[in-house]
């Protein structure tokens, strides 16, 4: 089916790395992209569902392309990836303009699912419960041809209880290292320079893997073996999985970049208890001091969840008692979102929205008085950066990103291309990027 494809992508960098891959299976077929949903001939939709407003989005754009639909009837909509596995058939129930559901296991089995919509009377929908074929060994159509996603595994085997991931992802499975490295390899020889490797829980890699080896350590030591690619990064660990080997990987290696994110979710040990999180906050505060002295300049960010049921307010206090105490250069903030046959979601939850709401704003403007403070150290200073291409928030600036992954804006300079490695002085800072010009 020749034509011109729209893909719209929700939620986190796996997801971004799926639609790659569910680009590649289009083009391979000989579809276009489309610029709008207008001249577009199929809209594909890879969803999430981590919160409710991931949900809400993905209804709310459905029923717009309806009247789109309406106007043109050949027009096919699919719908894809965690809401998809998570709703299946109620996707359907709920709108009646998709054409075909598939989830997150099926990606590769997407030609033959859209040949399937094109003959059928009704829609199609086919949910797996298992990966067949790792989207990994797909065809990709890649967002940059310097900077690249490597999966090295995917679903969770953790329980956290506000966390719906692993009824959508189902359990994990390690790829193996060798397919990996072979990757990157290959990844680095089309000019790729840097990798970010992702897994769900990425310390837990190998765990299911034969003599529960190799180790994420062992992994990382591989990939900085790979010539060309000078800069690895990864996401995300979960604190009760790192291990001092990996701290100790990653102070040795010269590739993988000084930058940890580590999600820490709550800093009230009751609250962490309950959310099954494994670890407490003296604990994670520890283990964070051993990152920091054993790699120099490491850029440390976090996920932090406000209103978990029954979080009071001296609960609340915890969370921003460790935030002052583990000065995160960055944090992503989140409203608890109870999503059903989660755990949490059947726990009792007295805490009225709106004093969730305020607790959330309290929270933000630490955590971005933090980041501006620690972005303003960097004032002054020479920062290596990959430059990315124009300023999305200036464009007379370019943008590039440090080892730590911070945003820099630097002022135009025909010496500078995307894709180049270059070093930069700081000249300003706010909490979210920093500027700054090309070093001599
Ligand atoms: N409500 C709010 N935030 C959530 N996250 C995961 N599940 C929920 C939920 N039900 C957040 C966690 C996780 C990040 C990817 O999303 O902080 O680390
Ligand atoms: Fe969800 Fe916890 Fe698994 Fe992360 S580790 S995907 S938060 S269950």
Redesign the pocket.
């Known amino acids: 089916m020749p034509g011109r494809y729209l893909l719209r992508t929700f939620g986190c960098q796996m997801n971004e790395h799926d639609s790659e891959r569910i680009a590649g299976v289009l083009e391979e077929r000989g579809l276009e992209q489309a610029d709008s949903a207008e001249n577009a001939d199929l809209v594909v939709f890879n969803t999430c569902c981590i919160r409710d407003n991931a949900d809400q989005r993905l209804y709310g754009q459905l029923g717009q392309l309806a009247s789109e639909k309406a106007k043109r009837p050949d027009m096919k909509i699919a719908v894809g990836g965690c809401l998809a596995q998570k709703d299946g058939a109620r996707l359907l129930e709920r709108s009646s303009a998709v054409d075909l559901v598939f989830g997150t296991h099926n990606v590769a089995r997407l030609p033959e699912l859209l040949d399937l919509a094109d003959v059928s009377d009704g829609p199609v929908l086919e949910i797996l419960e298992e990966t067949e074929v790792l989207a990994a060994a797909l065809p990709a159509s890649r967002r940059s041809p310097f900077s690249a996603w490597v999966t090295i595994s995917v679903g ?1 085997d ?3 209880t506000f ?1 719906i ?2 009824s959508v992802r189902g359990r994990e499975v390690s790829r193996a290292a060798t397919d990996i490295v072979d990757e990157c390899e290959r990844l680095a020889s089309d000019g790729v320079v840097e990798v970010t490797l992702l897994g ?2 990425v310390n837990s890699y190998g765990r299911d893997l034969d003599g529960r080896r190799p180790l994420f350590a062992d992994l990382l030591r591989s990939v900085d073996a790979v010539e060309g690619i000078g800069r690895i990064r990864f996401t ?1 660990p ?1 604190p009760k999985d790192l291990r001092p080997e990996t701290i100790e990987a990653m102070a040795e290696c010269a590739s993988v970049c000084e930058q940890l994110h580590l ?1 820490v979710q709550s800093g009230s040990d009751r609250i962490l208890a309950a959310m099954h999180r494994g670890y407490r906050a003296g604990r994670y505060l520890e283990r964070i001091e051993d990152a920091r002295r054993s790699i120099p300049g490491l850029t440390l960010s976090t996920d932090i969840i406000v209103g978990f049921p029954g979080e009071t307010e001296a609960d609340f206090q915890a969370t921003l008692d460790l935030v002052e105490a583990a000065r995160f250069d960055s944090a992503f903030t989140f409203i608890y979102s109870p999503r059903p046959g989660t755990a949490a979601a059947g726990m009792n939850d007295p805490v009225p929205p709106e004093e969730k709401r305020e607790r959330y704003a309290r929270l933000t403007e630490l955590v971005d008085s933090i980041a501006w403070s620690k972005n303003l150290d960097l004032v002054g200073r020479p920062v290596e950066i990959l430059v990315e291409g124009p300023s999305k928030k200036d464009p007379s600036k370019i943008s590039g990103r440090t080892r730590g992954g911070k945003l820099v804006h630097v002022s135009d300079d025909d010496r500078i291309r995307a894709g180049d490695v270059v070093t930069v002085l700081v000249g300003g800072a706010a909490s979210h990027y920093l500027t700054g010009d090309l070093a001599l």
């Open positions: 969770c953790n329980s956290c966390c991931v692993p769900q829980n995300s979960h999600p």
